[in-house]
């Protein structure tokens, strides 16, 4: 499954605003919580100047109530319940679940997840119907190596890292590792030798960031 990277444009409520004012500080959402006609965040604000930050949260039309969790010399831990804008409403609809940290910086929030191209083209769709600008970072593609390979590949891998095969030094050889599969060395070298194929091109794959996926055009 495809691992995405993408900026989201939020709503111009009072903290993103206090963010396009104070470009260097830096918002990040620990973790949400939805209630029955609003969301319940937990926000660590990274920025020198918490008080002004907290005067705009104690006029902020969209914020219900919040609570100071903790202060420090870095900012503050804040729990804020507000409404749910729509960006993440956009996102909940598709079933795109967020990694947390998610991190408001500058007015744009980042936002890392794991999902399906289904889904991910069902967000995109959402988005632009919603008219929420958003941008792409990266993608990278995630492959189970238990897919890569037959189930003859994966029985003969097994056992050969369990005999030690792959440990410096050998903790057998290609002979021993074909007597306890009771078969020939070369059928064994040639299933390893392809297995081996499959999972070290697969790497390479997904080490290389996919930027365009036919997928989304």
């Given at each position: ?24 500080d830096e918002f990040r959402m620990l973790a949400s ?185």
């Amino acid at each position: 499954m495809p691992r995405v990277w993408l900026r989201i444009e939020l709503p111009r409520d009072s903290l993103v605003k206090y963010s396009l004012d104070h470009p260097d500080d830096e918002f990040r959402m620990l973790a949400s919580h939805r209630t029955e006609d609003s969301l319940r965040v937990v926000v660590d604000a990274e920025t020198p100047d918490p008080k002004t930050l907290i005067q705009v949260l104690d006029t902020a039309p969209e914020v219900r109530s919040y609570e100071v969790l903790q202060t420090n010399q870095q900012g503050v831990l804040l729990q804020i319940e507000t409404a749910e804008h729509e960006p993440r409403v956009a996102a909940r609809t598709t079933g795109m679940l967020p990694q947390y940290p998610m991190v408001l910086r500058n007015g744009w929030q980042t936002i890392e997840t794991v999902t399906s191209w289904e889904r991910l083209s069902n967000l995109k769709a959402e988005f632009e119907e919603r008219d929420v600008s958003f941008e792409i970072l990266s993608i990278s593609q995630s492959v189970e190596v238990t897919d890569l390979l037959t189930a003859r590949q994966w029985e003969v891998l097994t056992e050969a890292i369990t005999r030690g095969y792959y440990d410096t030094p050998r903790g057998c050889s290609l002979t021993e590792l074909a007597d306890a599969l009771e078969v020939n060395p070369s059928a064994v070298s040639g299933v390893l030798h392809r297995a081996e194929e499959q999972i070290i091109k697969s790497f390479a794959a997904e080490a290389k960031q996919i930027d365009s996926p036919n997928s989304l055009d």
